[in-house]
């Protein structure tokens, strides 16, 4: 099976499938609307807009996937959650990329590589959210 130029073969079709299991979501519900974009507060920092990452991940786009920066900065607010029209829990999405990439690399944060200064300068609060979000 084909979409336009990208081919959805067996190793997209497990990226996706691994994405619904884990946010228990249907991606293909999805019909890019642009309502979970136009409500982020953090969209301006993301280097894809919510929908446009939600449209990899139709996709099977895995690496494209990985390497945006979105899912990192998602707040996990649910702004996106509430917004949808087709009820879709966004930030599920979200933290099952953020799982997925951890999975895969699972020291992308060390904490004994932050400087001393930052890690005294920081709430508790932000370190501990922080680190859930990015040791899984």
């Known amino acids: 099976m084909s979409y336009g130029y990208i081919k959805i073969g067996s190793e997209e079709k497990a990226f996706i499938a691994k994405v619904e299991e884990i946010s228990g979501q249907n991606v293909y519900s ?3 609307c642009g309502k979970c974009s136009a409500g982020c507060a953090f969209s301006y920092k993301m280097d894809k807009t919510v ?5 990899l991940i139709q996709l099977g786009q895995k690496e494209r996937t990985l390497d945006a920066n979105t899912h990192w900065i998602c707040a996990s607010c649910f702004t996106c959650t509430v917004r949808c029209p087709r009820e879709i829990d966004v930030a599920a999405l979200m933290e099952a990329v953020r799982e997925i990439s951890l999975r895969e690399n ?3 944060v060390r904490i004994a590589d932050l400087p001393k200064e930052s890690l005294e300068k920081l709430p508790n609060i932000a370190l501990v959210s922080n680190f859930r979000k990015k040791t899984g």
Not at 51 to 55: A, C, G, K, M, R
């Open 51 to 55: 929908n446009q990452f939600i449209h």
């Open 106 to 108: 699972p020291e992308k």
């Open 30 to 32: 999805c019909y890019q």
